[in-house]
């Protein structure tokens, strides 16, 4: 009998993926237009806080939320999905860390640390975890309804 990790399965099917199609018009067609750009074009920032911008984005019924700093630096994008929990590899440390699931990201900070929310919508409220210094620390996507599903 043949068994498949998962790993081995995610790397054969990537590997299928023809590479003329990188860069190719279907493939441009995928981008959302602005994201993780440090001024997204027609893009209004919609933060309730004054510590921070933040900008949405929307594309086949998937939302995405990015946090900047004042100076403009792309500090996070979070996926409004229920279920998904990570932040996308696009901001200003994104060279050095993958997406990770929220809980398992560390950064250097003065504490005590602070929080406040940048966005709310019907279904969740994203909060900022700052250090005492103003120092942007991590972002996390709240659940607004009890079973952390949308209504």
């Known amino acids: 009998m043949f068994k498949l990790s998962v790993c081995s399965t995610i790397l054969v099917l990537s590997s299928a993926v ?7 018009p279907s493939d441009q ?8 750009e440090r ?9 309730l806080s004054p510590r921070y911008k933040v900008y949405v984005f929307e594309k086949n019924g998937l939302k995405f939320v990015q946090i900047n700093a004042l100076n403009n630096d792309v500090l996070a994008v979070l996926p409004l999905v229920p279920g998904a929990t990570s932040h ?9 860390a993958p997406a990770q699931s929220d809980g398992l990201m560390t950064a250097q900070a003065s504490c005590p640390c ?8 019907a279904n969740y409220n994203i909060v900022v ?22 209504h």
């Open 129 to 150: 975890i700052y250090g005492s210094n103003g120092e942007y620390i991590t972002s996390y996507q709240v659940p607004r309804s009890p079973q952390g599903q949308p």
């Open 39 to 47: 001024l997204p074009a027609g893009k209004a920032n919609v933060s």
């Open 88 to 96: 996308l590899p696009i901001a200003t440390n994104a060279k050095s």
């Open 29 to 36: 067609q995928s981008l959302i237009q602005g994201m993780g």
């Open 114 to 121: 602070s929080s406040q929310v940048v966005y709310s919508d």
């Open 18 to 24: 023809s590479f003329g199609a990188i860069g190719s």
